[in-house]
């Protein structure tokens, strides 16, 4: 036992010791090093990450839907349909809508696959601009809100490193809220 001791002892000279030292320090700083790395890795690919927000709008004077990106770096889009109750998917808003009586902006949905939205830019998918005060343009918007209220739009979208985010559902049934109008302000309330 006593010659075990003495063996460990020589072989812990003061030259040696400092080499495994070294060793060691080496040994852990290349852990270190690479650890580092995937720490950095991982916060690059948080910070240029796109988040999909619905930006919809329901006001006196128009309805809107637009999808924005409210994340910190581009959006790629992948694909985006518009599913209805039935589960019948459409790639166009403009076969779900009335088509004589609209004169508004639908985008087409068809080609969007591959194109980018910058920080904080929106897509407008559809645009009524009306007078409220026009009955004929008040049935016309009625007509348009019973139809959008039963809608989802599907979004399928990447970050610039081709990482496959959550898919974005904008579940419509906001435009089925009635628009009220106040007598003495002329204003419209919703609660989109």
Not at 18 to 25: D, E, H, P, S
Not at 33 to 49: A, E, I, K
Not at 53 to 64: C, Q
Not at 140 to 162: A, C, E, F, M, P
Request: net charge neutral; hydrophobic share 40%; with cysteine.
């Amino acid at each position: 036992m006593i010659e075990n001791t003495t063996a460990i002892i020589n072989v812990l000279t003061y030259p040696n010791l400092i080499a495994t030292v070294a060793l060691v320090v080496s040994i852990l700083s290349i852990f270190i090093g690479f650890w580092g790395l995937w720490l950095q890795r991982n916060h690059n690919r948080l910070s240029v990450r796109p988040i999909a927000v619905a930006d919809n709008y329901l006001g006196k004077e128009r309805i809107s839907i637009s999808i924005k990106n409210a994340g910190v770096g581009p959006l790629l889009i992948k694909s985006i349909d518009i599913v209805n109750k039935k589960g019948v998917i459409s790639a166009e808003l403009s076969e779900l809508l009335p088509p004589d009586e609209i004169n508004c902006l639908i985008a087409s949905l068809k080609g969007l696959e591959k194109h980018t939205l910058s920080i904080g830019e929106s897509l407008p998918i559809f645009i009524y601009d009306l007078n409220f005060h026009d009955k004929e343009q008040a049935t016309v918007r009625d007509k348009i809100q019973n139809i959008l209220k039963d809608l989802t739009i599907r979004l399928r979208y990447t970050d610039i490193y081709g990482k496959e985010q959550e898919m974005f559902n904008d579940d419509l049934k906001g435009f089925a809220t009635p628009l009220s109008v106040s007598k003495k302000t002329d204003t419209v309330h919703s609660q989109l």
